[in-house]
């Protein structure tokens, strides 16, 4: 059910580029989302830029509603001590296996650690942790998938991800979950990164709002490692969903974002730190 607002704003406080004075870029994504009287940080990037980043904004976590971690990797999840000591909320909306160990293969072999850096576990043990694991509605409308169904034949984790150092458990993130709102103009859709893939998450994003249109999608689509057929169809899908706006960024990864601009031509548009993104009722 659609609850009244007047302007859904969503500012971005991380990435991986950025567009205003003094504000400083990491790999990482971090929006802060308002939804008339309810505000939520939608991740924390790796924590070396979020308190500089909302200084240089403007901006004030003091009085948050709450913050959501889209999974468990240390870019998403890495500011999160440093998000709560900026606010009085404790509430942190995450799925179970957010904390859990998450390895990435590196190329030239052996791995490397991707998951939540553990003073950040502590902080989110220590906090009012709401376990996400089916789909939630938060207090001003704004929705949480929870875990997304796997339903495409094209789409995958977008890495090389384990459970382990020696790369022999698949990690196929049950804890990837996105956000979103319904508005007068269509669904506003928040991800982080999409691990379970982009088109996965807008189907189900679909079932769970009875099919109205999907307006905007703003958030890390995670295709830096897709091949054509996954571009193709990925794009095919995009079409026919007839989406406004595109705020591809973060892992979509540059060749797939130059795709999405040539391919979708007035749909896309920028997303570096700064951008502020507005929904009017």
């Known amino acids: 059910m659609r609850k009244s607002m007047n302007v859904l704003t969503i500012t971005v406080l991380v990435e991986n580029t950025a567009g205003k004075n003094g504000v400083l870029a990491e790999h990482g994504l971090a929006y802060l989302i308002e939804t008339g009287s309810e505000r939520f940080l939608f991740d924390t ?54 904390t859990g160990s998450k390895f990435s293969a590196n190329p030239e072999g052996g791995s490397h650690s991707v998951g939540m850096p553990e003073v950040d576990r502590q902080a989110l043990l220590h906090a ?48 990837d979950q996105a956000a979103f709102i319904e508005t007068a103009k269509g669904t506003v859709v928040i991800l982080g990164c999409a691990h379970s893939g982009v088109i996965n998450t807008l189907h189900f994003i679909l079932s769970l709002t009875n099919n109205r249109p999907i307006h905007t999608v703003i958030g890390g ?7 054509e057929n996954r571009m193709a169809r990925t794009l095919d899908e995009l079409r026919r969903m007839n989406i406004q706006r595109l705020y591809p960024c973060h892992c979509t990864g540059i060749s797939a974002v130059a795709r999405l601009w040539n391919d979708l031509p007035g749909t896309c548009h920028p997303c570096f730190i700064g951008t502020v993104i507005k929904i009017e009722e």
């Open 45 to 98: 990037g790796q924590g070396t830029v979020l308190e500089n980043n909302i200084q240089k904004l403007n901006l004030d976590l003091s009085n948050l509603s709450g913050i959501i971690l889209s999974h468990g990797h240390y870019d998403h999840t890495g500011g999160l001590r440093t998000a709560l000591s900026l606010t009085d909320a404790r509430t942190v909306y995450a799925h179970p296996a957010a």
């Open 128 to 175: 009012e942790w709401i376990r996400v694991e089916t789909p939630v509605e938060l207090p001003g409308g704004l929705r949480l998938t929870g875990p997304i169904p796997r339903v495409t034949d094209f789409e995958d984790t977008g890495g090389a991800f384990y459970l382990d150092a020696d790369c022999t458990i698949p990690d196929e993130l049950p804890d």
């Open 221 to 227: 689509m995670h295709l830096l490692h897709a091949d």
